[in-house]
């Protein structure tokens, strides 16, 4: 089956760092996206893995392990306008070309003054 | 200068009725989806076209159909409409349909059945 888990809620301070986690299973891997979602606007893209590793733009960083099925974003700096719901999708591979996208629940995040 | 953008924004009906929900892209994209996100804010991919042949066709009841008229268009026809068909629909496009090209999201259409 496919599976995405990520934690409902979280909340930082204003100028505080976050981590949010994302761990998936799925019948296949073809990359990892972030998305961003304002309360009542479109989702927008944040980051793109596929390979293990780190991803670095600006206050965003996205993780990758692959072996364990698991990814996160980072935000640095934290403002009022990052408070936003982030979702974790993941584009698996069955025998298609590979654009079978799978999101995750998404991540609630309250920065607080 | 919209890039992806969906009509109407809002869609109260009765249920059985059937309306038509459209999506125009001016990116030049290869790829157009449609997603429901439900009241639980889960986000389901729907459909998806590329370069107007249908890719995915997800577990949707067959009275979802997608039509395309061109690369740009990806509209959405729902038939004999029901409770559970309220949620907000979003319609989306890539530059093509692998690798690291992100989605662009429309601003979504607000579905309410009656």
């Known amino acids: 089956g496919q599976n995405i888990d990520q934690p409902t809620e979280m909340t930082a301070t204003e100028g505080a760092i976050v981590q949010i986690n994302c761990t998936y299973q799925?019948?296949?891997?073809?990359?990892l996206f972030w998305y961003q979602q304002h309360a009542g606007e479109a989702p927008t893209f944040l980051s793109y893995?596929?390979?293990?590793g780190l991803e670095e733009k600006g206050r965003f960083s996205s993780f990758l392990s692959r072996s364990k099925g698991y990814s996160y974003l980072l935000l640095k700096e934290l403002q009022m306008k990052d408070s936003a719901s982030y979702l974790c999708?993941?584009?698996?591979?069955?025998?298609?070309?590979?654009?079978?996208?799978?999101f995750g629940p998404g991540t609630r995040l309250s920065v607080l003054p | 200068d919209t890039a992806v953008s969906q009509t109407p924004k809002y869609l109260v009906t009765q249920m059985g009725n059937d309306k038509s929900i459209k999506c125009e892209q001016n990116?030049?994209?290869?790829?157009m989806y449609w997603y429901k996100q439900d009241s639980k804010k889960f986000l389901k991919i729907m459909f998806s076209?590329?370069?107007?042949?249908?890719?995915i066709n997800e577990t949707v009841p067959n009275r979802f159909s997608p039509k395309s008229p061109d690369k740009a268009h990806l509209n959405l026809h729902i038939n004999s409409l029901e409770l559970g068909d309220s949620a907000v629909y979003f319609c989306?496009?890539?530059?093509?349909?692998?690798?690291?090209?992100?989605?662009?999201f429309g601003p979504g259409t607000r579905l309410t059945v009656l």
């Open positions: 989306a496009s890539s530059q093509a349909p692998g690798g690291e090209y992100e989605q662009f």
């Open positions: 076209y590329n370069n107007k042949e249908l890719i």
């Open positions: 990116l030049g994209h290869d790829t």
């Open positions: 999708a993941v584009r698996d591979d069955p025998d298609n070309y590979g654009q079978n996208f799978v």
């Open positions: 799925t019948s296949g891997f073809n990359g």
């Open positions: 893995n596929v390979l293990d």
